[in-house]
């Protein structure tokens, strides 16, 4: 077994194989001045190896969904005996059906294509929409990291008593496991996102939320629009204390700003997306079902 390190994911493919004792394949990659992709294994055979490419798909996310095809494709011309992706934030998987006529189903091309080029298994981490990914011909693993971001509140003292608090009805199973580490009780922020225009919307409905320490946990902080219209929700509700918690934190633009502006302590989120905030390691949880 190898482990490709992915130009997007190399710090976090070092952790996965530091854990699993397997040897890693560097990867040369130069861009080019109109920016197309030049990439080089560092090794001369991979001939009957099962491999592991790992990369993740945040911004800049059709350069590295790129690269990722070009590995993968790369790794069948050379004979692997296997090629499981390991794509920790899954590109594209917000748009998992066609919300209107016309539109693309972006997730099922991306599964296809890499397929194509000889991927046999993928591994993601808190997808968008899980039950989608179950539909593919191609297996995905959604696996949830939710319970490492919850044990980092724990371990660090960051809270006392915290309620977890999902991003819609819908995430709720979120809030479950993040409270079955926390046990300071459960619920969900309710969300209407308009089809049309994007624009998520927070309903004023009842929380537990007068003078707790609150966790808000969410797969994606991109804009950090809803993020801080959350925080602000729970913060006018008289919360104590208020963390934003999520598996990718894309963080574009002013987000952690406008998060913090808002009334959180602190963002918190893991290596899925290597960032400022990157806190929690997902190595320990990827080494398991990779073993
Ligand atoms: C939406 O369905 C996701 O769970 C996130 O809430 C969303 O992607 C966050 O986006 P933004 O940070 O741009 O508001």
Redesign the pocket.
Same mark, same amino acid.
């Given at each position: 077994m190898k482990i490709i390190l992915g130009p997007a994911s190399q710090e976090l493919g070092q952790k996965l194989a530091q854990i699993m004792k397997i040897p890693v394949t560097p990867v040369f990659l130069k861009t080019f001045p109109d920016g197309e992709s030049y990439l080089r294994f560092e090794t001369e055979s991979l001939k009957n190896e099962d491999v592991i490419i790992v990369q993740t798909t945040s911004p800049p996310q059709d350069q590295r969904l790129l690269q990722l095809m070009l590995m993968a494709d790369n790794a069948k011309d050379m004979e692997a005996r296997s090629i499981t992706a390991v794509v920790p934030y899954f590109a594209y998987s +917000?748009q998992d059906k066609r919300f209107l006529p016309g539109e693309v189903f972006s997730i099922k091309t991306i599964i296809n294509i890499l397929a194509g080029c000889g991927v046999n298994r993928i591994v993601t981490v808190n997808a968008?929409s899980p039950s989608v990914l179950k539909t593919f011909k191609t297996p995905v693993l959604d696996l949830s990291a939710i319970p490492l971001l919850a044990e980092y509140f724990k371990t660090n003292k960051l809270v006392r008593d915290a309620l977890s608090l999902s *991003?819609?009805k819908k %995430?709720i199973s979120v809030a479950q496991e993040a409270d079955s580490i926390l046990h300071g009780g459960y619920d969900y922020i309710s =969300?209407k +996102?308009d089809i049309a225009t994007g624009n998520?919307t927070l309903e004023n409905k009842p929380l537990p939320a007068k003078n707790r320490d609150v966790i808000i946990f969410?797969? &994606? &902080? =991109? =804009?950090?629009?809803? *993020? %801080?219209k959350a925080v602000k929700l729970v913060k006018d509700k008289g919360a104590r204390k208020i963390y934003a918690a999520c598996v990718h934190p894309?963080l *574009?633009g002013d =987000?952690r700003k406008k998060i913090i502006e808002n009334g959180a302590e602190e963002i918190i989120g893991t290596d899925a997306v290597p960032s400022p905030v990157s806190r929690v390691s997902i190595a320990p949880l990827l080494s398991k079902v990779l073993a």
């Open positions: +917000r968008h *991003m819609g %995430a =969300s +996102r998520v969410d797969d &994606i &902080i =991109s =804009s950090g629009g809803t *993020m %801080a894309l *574009m =987000s």
